[in-house]
DNA sequence: GGCCAGGCCTCGC
DNA sequence: GCGAGGCATGGC
């Protein structure tokens, strides 16, 4: 089976990661199975035991695009274990949610799916960023897989267009992936991703505050957008995005504010803790 | 069928 | 600088 890759971790998880609602084509197929497309490629990860994890790629794979994409080699358990004692709400949320990682998405990717994620809930992103990828991405074959990997819940997928290729597509086209007023967004930033205004590799050389606010200068990017992109895909771990739910959470456990000074370099995985374990316990 | 969704822009002060 | 109103469409 060394045609596979296998991994051992005790802070994994990722058909928690895939509702944690941080990337949007992740699909659990099964209680032990999942699948997501991610960099032009279809990966399915099997739970094999405790622990263990099947991926359905070379170990070459493996150690050039997944092993950072799930930020492999960051101690989880550490920043587990530093969670503030008395801080009862976010121990209950980190127990939760034990097992999920911050992602190292593709910038544009992120860019765009956030923008598209503003006052929408997740399955309608979900719709939205299939759609797109459809319009103009680029088709991938599900692989067949043996066993211990079951079938691939679709038989093609299509990867997350580049930005040429969504700057190529009309206003309504974009309209048409069921967007709504966020086309004109979207029609922008492929404009300025297209033509090198907006370049990912630069982008990531910024330290945070010059980065923040960049992204908060862009035609339909606040705070909220702006503070999820540098933590998803920038992998900016200390920004610690508020949306509905956390303003919530804030509001009823930590009377309007929480300290993210606690956690300067690790908010960003305490509030993917809480988000998660708000909505789905 | 009505309500709300991982917010942001514009306008008026 | 800040609060209120408006917003396209999809899911439940």
Redesign the pocket.
């Known amino acids: 089976m060394n045609r596979f890759y296998e991994l051992e971790s005790d802070f994994f998880d990722p058909q928690l990661i895939t509702l944690?609602?941080?990337a949007f084509r992740f699909k659990n197929l099964d209680d032990n199975h999942t699948e997501l497309v991610a960099f032009g490629k279809y990966l399915q990860i099997a739970k094999t035991a405790k622990n263990t994890y099947l991926f359905s790629c070379s170990e070459d794979e493996f150690e050039k695009i997944w092993k950072d994409y799930f930020d492999l080699d960051r101690d989880y358990r550490k920043i587990y274990e530093s969670i503030d004692k008395d801080d009862s709400y976010l121990k209950a949320a980190a127990d939760f949610g034990y097992g999920i990682r911050i992602l190292k998405q593709d910038i544009w990717e992120t860019y765009i799916s956030?923008?598209i994620?503003?006052?929408?809930?997740?399955?309608?992103?979900?719709?939205?960023v299939d759609?797109l990828s459809r319009l103009c991405g680029n088709k991938i074959t599900a692989p067949k897989l043996p066993d211990p990997f079951i079938e691939a819940s679709a038989k093609e997928y299509y990867s997350f267009p580049c930005p040429k290729a969504v700057a190529a597509l009309t206003l309504k086209e974009i309209?048409?992936?069921?967007?709504?007023?966020?086309?004109q967004?979207i029609y922008e930033a492929a404009q300025k991703f297209a033509s090198g205004e907006l370049d990912p590799d630069k982008l990531k050389k910024a330290d945070d505050s010059f980065l923040y606010d960049l992204l908060?200068s862009?035609?339909?990017?606040?705070?909220?957008?702006?503070?999820?992109i540098m933590l998803?895909a920038f992998h900016r771990l200390g920004r610690f995005?508020?949306?509905?739910?956390?303003?919530r959470i804030v509001n009823t456990y930590y009377k309007g504010e929480f300290d993210t000074d606690r956690y300067p370099d690790t908010a960003g995985i305490m509030?993917?803790f809480?988000?998660?374990y708000e909505?789905n316990r």
């Open positions: 944690s609602g941080q956030y923008i994620s503003q006052r929408r809930s997740i399955p309608s992103i979900t719709t939205s759609r309209e048409e992936t069921g967007v709504g007023y966020r086309a967004y908060l862009q035609f339909g990017i606040g705070k909220k957008v702006a503070n999820c998803f995005p508020i949306d509905v739910w956390m303003e509030q993917q809480m988000f998660y909505r």
